[in-house]
Every structure is written in structure tokens, then in C-alpha cells.
């Protein structure tokens, strides 16, 4: 399935408390529950929280379902990228 970098664009974002994290987290994983039992996978991976942006990792057939689930949510998706592919130091390695 293809994945996707999600660019939320969230002042304070690194201010967010627990309960406040938990509260959009647990928004997210309802919008997905009721996507996905409407036949749409749509996986959420991890996501990254910065000073002012949220970075998010999601699993979806394609950008479409990504930018629903953002509206559906009320989450901004400033930008939505396909990932091509993945590196990290294994890649030095194994080439």
C-alpha cells in the first residue's frame, strides 16, 4: 500500500499538552474506524510532533483518502506526499 507525509501546519504545536495530544489523537483513530468500515484503508503510522508542525506517516491507497480523513477530522494537511522510498543506515550497508 502506498504511504504518505502529511504536513500539518499547527502553531503551538510543540505546546500541546498530553491530554491535548491525546484528545486529536483519539479524533484521528474515530475518523479512521468509521473510514475503514466504510471499506477505505486507511492506516496511520506515527506521527512527529515539531515546534509549529505536525508530521504524519499514513498508510493509504491514495492521497484522496488522506486529504478525507484530514476534512473529515478537521485536521489541516497543509502538503500530502507520496513516499517513494525509504533510507536509513542499513541502506549504507546493504546498498
Not at 23 to 47: A, F, H, P, T, Y
Request: one cysteine or more; a positive charge; glycine letters at 10%.
Amino acid at each position: 500500500m502506498p504511504q504518505f507525509l502529511i504536513e500539518r501546519q499547527i502553531p503551538g504545536a510543540g505546546k500541546l499538552s498530553s491530554a491535548e495530544l491525546k484528545g486529536i489523537s483519539q479524533k484521528s483513530c474515530g475518523v479512521l474506524r468509521d473510514m475503514n468500515k466504510e471499506g477505505k484503508d486507511v492506516q496511520w503510522v506515527q506521527s512527529y510532533v515539531t515546534g509549529d508542525k505536525i508530521f504524519c506517516v499514513y498508510n493509504a491507497p491514495n492521497a484522496k483518502a488522506v486529504k478525507e480523513h484530514a476534512e473529515k477530522g478537521g485536521f489541516p494537511a497543509n502538503s500530502i506526499m507520496p513516499v517513494m522510498r525509504t533510507i536509513s543506515p542499513i541502506t549504507a550497508e546493504t546498498g
